[in-house]
Nanobody, 122 residues
Framework: HVQLVESGGGAVQAGGSQRLSCAAS????????MGWFRQAPGKQREGVAR???????TYAEGVKSRFTISRDNAKNTLFLQMNSLKPEDSGMYYC?????????????????WGQGTQVTVS
């Protein structure tokens, strides 16, 4: 079982930057696919970025040139650097992890979820 704890959310002005972190614990095998999702009020949760243990990155179209996903495997921590933020980037951001593919990311299908951290861009 994997526990995920996000941090780094908050309020930011449009055009600004923010960095989210997600600390993973609870499993000795840290070969996870990890990802970030977000959900705005009244909208479905959507995938933002995902990263395999082998460092293959996938981004949603709307964030490709502005967001960067990365991880520190030694610290079991996932990051999301968000630049040039827009009001439409606002929402609850969730960290997710999956162990079913030996560290690879098969799709936007994840088993473990964090509680989320709120990002508000105005």
């Amino acid at each position: 079982h994997v526990q995920l704890v996000e941090s780094g959310g908050g309020a930011v002005q449009a055009g600004g930057s923010q960095r989210l972190s997600c600390a993973a614990s609870g499993d000795a095998n840290n070969r996870y696919c990890m990802g970030w999702f977000r959900q705005a009020p009244g909208k479905q949760r959507e995938g933002v970025a995902r990263l395999s243990f082998g460092n293959t990155k996938t981004y949603a179209e709307g964030v490709k040139s502005r967001f960067t996903i990365s991880r520190d495997n030694a610290k079991n921590t996932l990051f999301l650097q968000m630049n040039s933020l827009k009001p439409e980037d606002s929402g609850m951001y969730y960290c997710a992890a999956d162990l079913r593919n030996g560290g690879g990311c098969a799709a936007w299908d994840f088993t473990y979820w964090g509680q989320g951290t709120q990002v508000t861009v105005s």
